[in-house]
């Protein structure tokens, strides 16, 4: 793992699960990305630019990738690198995502638990709906 990479990731290991978290008190997969990306001076958006319910994810599942999609780019799974933003579909929605941190793992934080680094194995390949870049 790149050494930058590895420092950063260590900042955010052991954050608790918050819905609509953006801090480092408690974060949800969105904003892990946000903050993550932004300590490598990447800005992405933090959602849609609408007030989170609590049921976002069934009332309007689409706006995980909403905010996203406006900026980087689409890239195949084969192409797949360091700092690339993976997006999974949990259950019927598009509701998770995680930062590559090399060619093998990826940091995320899923409900109940804590932010934590996930080797993409074939669970999580199946899962997988895209990858994109952002820088």
């Known amino acids: ?13 052991g954050i608790p699960y918050r819905n609509a978290g953006r801090d480092l008190t408690g974060l ?3 904003g892990l990305a946000y903050l ?11 959602g849609d630019g609408r007030e989170y319910s609590s049921k976002w994810v069934y009332e309007d599942p689409e706006r995980y990738l909403r905010g996203i999609q ?14 690339d933003f993976v997006y999974f579909r949990i259950g ?3 509701s998770h995502g995680g930062i590559m941190v090399d060619e093998h ?10 932010v934590h680094l996930t080797p993409m ?3 999580w390949r199946r899962r997988l709906v895209g990858v994109r870049r952002f820088a």
């Open 1 to 13: 793992m790149d050494p930058k990479i590895a420092e950063i990731t260590r900042k955010y290991i």
């Open 28 to 30: 949800d997969c969105l």
């Open 36 to 46: 993550f990306y932004q300590d490598f001076g990447i800005k992405i958006p933090d």
């Open 70 to 83: 406006k900026v980087g780019r689409e890239v195949s799974f084969h192409e797949i690198q360091p700092l």
């Open 92 to 94: 019927h929605y598009i």
């Open 105 to 114: 793992q990826f940091i995320h934080v899923l409900q109940n638990t804590r």
């Open 121 to 123: 194995n074939w669970i």
